[in-house]
């Protein structure tokens, strides 16, 4: 099992920055990837950003070159820095981590931390 809790959401005004931060705890030698998700009422939940055990990272279209994501393997934590943040990047911000098995996958997710951008 793998546990994980977000913070630093927020309130934040449009252009403004803000870091999310994702601390896991329990079976993590077992994560293949790391991920940021969000979501909003009425919409699935969307990829935003992963980053892998060999640090390659890949993001959502919607936020390349205005999010970050990080991972500090000493302190058991994943961050997204969110910069230049827009009214449409408002929603509950999930921390991710994956494990891959021959069998499948296996996905653990935090409880959300929200995000408002707002004036």
């Known amino acids: 099992q793998v546990q994980l809790v977000e913070s630093g959401g927020g309130l934040v005004q449009p252009g403004g920055s ?3 931060s994702c601390a896991a705890s329990g079976m993590i030698f077992s994560i293949n990837v790391w991920g940021w998700y969000r979501q909003t009422p009425g919409k699935q939940r969307e990829l935003v950003a992963a ?27 994943v961050y997204l820095q969110v910069n230049s943040v827009k009214s ?11 494990s891959i098995w021959a069998a499948g996958p296996v996905d653990y997710w935090g409880e959300g931390t929200l995000v408002v951008v707002s004036s």
Not at 61 to 75: C, L, M, N, P, W
Not at 90 to 96: E, H
């Open 88 to 98: 449409e990047d408002t929603a509950v911000y999930y921390c991710n981590a994956r």
């Open 18 to 20: 803000l870091r999310l």
């Open 51 to 77: 980053i892998t055990g060999s640090g390659r990272t890949n993001y959502a279209a919607s936020v390349e070159g205005r999010f970050t994501i990080s991972r500090d393997k000493d302190k058991n934590t």
